[in-house]
Structure formats: C-alpha cells, structure tokens
C-alpha cells in the first residue's frame, strides 16, 4: 500500500501540500502495538530502550517517511527511487558503527549488490 500512495499522491493530492504521513504512522504503530500484545516475547524494558524507541520512531522513521512523501509529491520521481537504493549502505554503515561490530563481506556485496541494481535500473530508463 505505501508505493501504491507513493506513486499516485502527485496525481490524487492536485497540488494539496497535506500529508497522510502522519496518519499512516500513527495507524501503524496501532496495529504493531496490537499484534505485540497477542505475541509473546520475553523483553526487558529499560529507560535506554524507551529513548531508543522513541529516537527511531521520530528521527529514521517518520522523517523519512515524510521526506519521502514530499520528495514524490513535488520531487524528481527517478531521482528519488534510484538515490532511495543507497539507504542500505548508509543504513548498515550507521548500524555497525553503533553496535560496534564488524561487517562481514557478505553484508557488504549485497549493500553493493543493492547500488549496482540501482545504477543499472537508472541507466535502463530513459528520460
């Protein structure tokens, strides 16, 4: 459902600068709050876990999902598909800097398996 908003909230927003972003987030995190209760898991809430939480719900998350939005609404549709294949890279790269552990080559030929994909997709598509 989220690429099938992407690609047509240009054609369906006429030019409406309102955003269902924050709508989507907030139902969405409905339905995993939902689904978390029916699941069981051992877990250990901490006050490091909740500002975790909160920092991904915000910052990774939502603005890039409201970015996204913007970007598709009033942007360069290939430019944005195509750069949005680099997310892994970086992504992994702030990931293994955090938890402090090393990237094996595998993790780093699909990372650059991923950009290939999107080089050659960028250039089969002509503008």
Same mark, same amino acid.
Request: charged fraction near 10%; hydrophobic fraction near 55%.
């Given at each position: 459902?989220?690429? %099938?908003?992407?690609? %047509?909230?240009?054609?369906?927003?006429?030019? *409406?600068?309102? +955003?269902? &972003?924050?709508?989507?987030?907030?139902?969405?995190?409905? *339905? %995993?709050?939902?689904?978390?209760?029916?699941?069981?898991?051992?877990?250990?809430?901490?006050?490091?876990?909740?500002?975790?939480? +909160?920092?991904?719900?915000?910052?990774?998350?939502?603005? =890039?999902?409201?970015?996204?939005? &913007?970007?598709?609404?009033?942007?360069?549709?290939?430019?944005?598909?195509? +750069?949005?294949?680099?997310?892994? %890279?970086?992504?992994?790269?702030?990931?293994?800097?955090?938890?402090?552990?090393?990237?094996?080559? =595998?993790?780093?030929?699909?990372?650059?398996?991923?950009?290939?994909?999107?080089?050659?997709?960028?250039?089969?598509?002509?503008?």
């Amino acid at each position: 459902l989220w690429s %099938l908003y992407s690609n %047509l909230t240009r054609r369906w927003g006429g030019g *409406v600068d309102v +955003a269902a &972003v924050p709508l989507f987030m907030v139902a969405t995190a409905v *339905v %995993l709050a939902g689904v978390r209760c029916f699941v069981h898991e051992d877990s250990q809430w901490s006050a490091r876990a909740l500002a975790e939480l +909160a920092y991904m719900a915000v910052f990774p998350t939502f603005l =890039a999902y409201a970015f996204w939005d &913007v970007a598709m609404r009033r942007g360069n549709v290939l430019l944005v598909a195509v +750069a949005s294949y680099f997310t892994p %890279l970086l992504s992994t790269t702030i990931t293994c800097g955090y938890l402090g552990v090393g990237a094996g080559v =595998a993790i780093w030929a699909a990372c650059a398996l991923i950009i290939a994909g999107a080089i050659v997709c960028r250039r089969s598509i002509r503008d």
